[in-house]
């Protein structure tokens, strides 16, 4: 059963605008942690931000923000004032135990956005 | 900036021929991490090590295999590469704790002809 749904292959934004990729997941867990992690075309992975499953708040991280509703267990990822940079594929990653102790991060399909000038 | 290095960055191979992939981090990391990612896809668990002499298969079946005689050392080796093998592994290692986030290595882009 696929536990992190990225319903959107891909998305365009006009730069300086604001976009929203979706990201729900699915736990039996109460504790655990979601992320987002940029890819650009060269290939690394690029830790983006941070929510855990208690924390009250909707995690910000310069123009990131991380939109939580645990009832509904989805994560959207929110970029504000979009710039070029930000093409790339963007993936939502959740942190649960492993079968052997410890945590393993499981990921989406992944969301390509493009930014247009 | 990340401390965790994969080499090499880029390998063309033949099919049969025996290669590892290296990884390195120097951040102390009991959890350490191989994905595989096919262009443009999702990143799929293919091995995992939880500390020194103790490695574990992933969710995706892999032929490879992997060693952790050092904390900080975490290689993976094809014995006999095929065509199949093509695609992009990603080594991370991460603290043990489910609120931190998994650090990534930039990346092994595999072709086998």
């Known amino acids: 059963a696929q536990k992190i749904t990225q319903t959107q292959p891909g998305m365009f934004v006009q730069e300086k605008e604001a976009v929203t990729l979706d990201c729900t997941y699915d736990?039996?867990?109460?504790?655990?942690?979601l992320f987002w992690y940029k890819q650009p075309s060269s290939g690394e992975m690029i830790f983006l931000i941070y929510q855990g499953s208690y924390d009250q708040q909707n995690a910000t991280e310069g123009r990131y923000s991380l939109n939580f509703q645990k009832a509904r267990k989805s994560a959207n990822l929110v970029i504000s004032a979009s710039q070029l940079g930000d093409s790339a594929m963007y993936f939502c990653?959740?942190?649960?135990?492993?079968?052997?102790?410890?945590?393993?991060?499981?990921f989406g399909a992944g969301t390509r956005l493009f930014v247009k000038a | 900036e990340a401390d965790i290095y994969q080499t090499p960055r880029y390998l063309v191979i033949g099919t049969g021929k025996k290669i590892t992939l290296e990884c390195s981090q120097t951040?102390?990391?009991?959890?350490m991490y191989w994905y595989q990612q096919d262009p443009g896809m999702e990143l799929h668990l293919i091995h995992y090590?939880?500390?020194?002499?103790?490695?574990e298969k992933g969710d995706l079946s892999s032929e490879s295999t992997v060693s952790r005689i050092r904390t900080e050392h975490f290689p993976l080796t094809l014995e006999s590469a095929r065509p199949s093998h093509t695609s992009q592994y990603l080594c991370a290692s991460s603290e043990t704790s489910v609120n931190t986030e998994a650090f990534f290595g930039q990346g092994t882009r595999l072709t086998v002809v």
């Open positions: 951040m102390g990391h009991d959890k």
């Open positions: 090590s939880y500390g020194v002499n103790s490695t």
């Open positions: 990653a959740m942190r649960e135990p492993f079968n052997t102790g410890g945590f393993k991060t499981i």
């Open positions: 736990t039996s867990d109460p504790s655990y942690g």
